[in-house]
């Protein structure tokens, strides 16, 4: 297994992973070929604050990601550049799960955001996957809070 940052050569696979990751009512609404195109240009205008990551099974097949948005804090005394991370959109495809490659890509993700100066990484997770990310440190906290949702 090979996991890497993403670049633009990656954008097919990126958007045929986040098609697959999507409710079959968003699938109907684009073609992956015309979703890859809004990829491209969302990431093109965000290319500062989204890193993705792609792991390939086989060299060759890319068969999960992650993208990881860095957000940036307000400064304090001595420290004008702090910064959070934010896991987002890690999925790995339904036949390639148990096999330890989206704990590789979380990871990753978040060596780079620690590389990089972030002074934590957050995950809004689904419930599913929230062993996955217990077990690797990530940990409920009270201080994390949200406004109510319908």
């Not at 495809?93 to 990089?116: F, N, P, T, W």
Request: charged fraction near 20%; aromatic fraction near 6%; proline fraction near 4%.
């Amino acid at each position: 297994m090979d996991v890497r940052i993403a670049d633009h050569h990656d954008i097919a696979h990126l958007a045929r992973l986040l098609w697959l990751h999507s409710a079959p009512a968003e699938q109907a609404n684009q073609s992956t070929e015309d979703f890859a195109v809004d990829l491209a240009t969302w990431w093109a205008s965000r290319g500062d604050s989204h890193v993705a990551f792609v792991a390939r099974s086989d060299g060759t097949q890319v068969v999960g990601m992650a993208w990881l948005a860095l957000v940036p804090r307000v400064p304090r005394p001595g420290n004008a550049d702090r910064q959070s991370a934010d896991l987002q959109g890690v999925f790995v495809a339904s036949d390639e799960r148990g096999k330890g490659i989206g704990s590789a890509l979380v990871h990753a993700a978040c060596a780079h955001a620690l590389h990089l100066g972030a002074s934590r990484v957050t995950v809004h997770s689904s419930a599913e996957a929230v062993p996955l990310y217990e077990r690797l440190g990530f940990a409920s906290g009270r201080e994390f809070l949200r406004t109510p949702t319908e």
